[in-house]
């Protein structure tokens, strides 16, 4: 079945940046977009951006634009999310979610903490 | 782009039945905007309950629909279970590229 296993909490200082990792199994990782997206503490779902792990073409959401990086290694089945000029707003849950034209697949989250 | 939103709560009885709502600022919801409904509890990732409007992932129980309503995406849970207490949030693909979630939902089992 398919697995999302994204790298471990991070604790950042304003102004730096963090990577986060996931790692696809249990499906052809090309085959599907992998989303990110961010969860403030008490806060809802907000949608990031997707990357196309086939072709590595990218798609942002406005408020994001210019200070994310979403990449791909196809040789590990691996999408990172990369996200600069940390502020503590940034202090999240940040997921990976698998999608092609079914059922969205999670990962467990990766806490992005960022403080001085 | 658009404002997705949903009822910030509610509250259902046990065994009773509840539609939660999606809405888009831009006018109504069709089946172009394939919806999605996830479930969250505390703690843990979402999970897909709902997609395409209407579809259901593997696990999700039977009582759960998904549809069509009033020009909203509507999620109906009949039968409602203790275990049904989370926050469900929609997501409407905005044009096919950017899709946006709603607020959430706090439904209490009560």
């Known amino acids: 079945q398919v697995q999302l296993v994204q790298s471990g909490a991070e604790v950042k200082k304003p102004g730096a940046s963090v990577k986060v990792s996931c790692k696809a199994s249990?499906?052809?990782?090309?085959?599907?977009?992998m989303h990110w997206v961010r969860q403030a503490p008490g806060q809802g779902l907000e949608w990031m951006g997707w990357?196309?792990?086939?072709?590595?073409?990218?798609e942002y959401a406005q408020k994001f634009q210019g200070r994310v990086t979403m990449t791909r290694d196809t040789s590990i089945n691996t999408a990172y999310l990369e996200l600069s000029r940390l502020t503590s707003d940034d202090t999240a849950v940040f997921y990976c979610?698998?999608?092609?034209?079914?059922?969205?697949?999670w990962g467990q989250g990766t806490l992005v903490t960022v403080s001085s | 782009q658009a404002v997705v939103t949903q009822e910030p709560s509610l509250t259902v009885s046990p065994g009773g039945t509840v539609t939660l709502t999606c809405g888009s600022s831009?006018?109504?919801?069709?089946?172009?905007?394939?919806p999605y409904w996830f479930q969250q509890k505390p703690g843990q990732a979402p999970r897909t309950l709902i997609y395409?409007?209407?579809k259901k992932d593997s696990w999700t129980p039977a009582r759960f629909s998904g549809s069509l309503l009033g020009g909203k995406a509507a999620l109906t849970l009949s039968g409602a279970q203790a275990e049904d207490e989370a926050e469900y949030y929609c997501?409407?693909?905005?044009?096919?590229?950017?899709?946006?979630f709603g607020g959430g939902t706090k439904l209490t089992v009560l």
């Open positions: 979610a698998s999608h092609s034209s079914g059922p969205v697949d």
């Open positions: 249990g499906y052809t990782f090309t085959g599907h977009y």
């Open positions: 990357i196309n792990p086939n072709s590595g073409d990218t």
């Open positions: 831009t006018g109504a919801v069709t089946s172009g905007h394939h």
């Open positions: 395409d409007t209407s």
């Open positions: 997501l409407l693909s905005n044009g096919g590229v950017r899709p946006v």
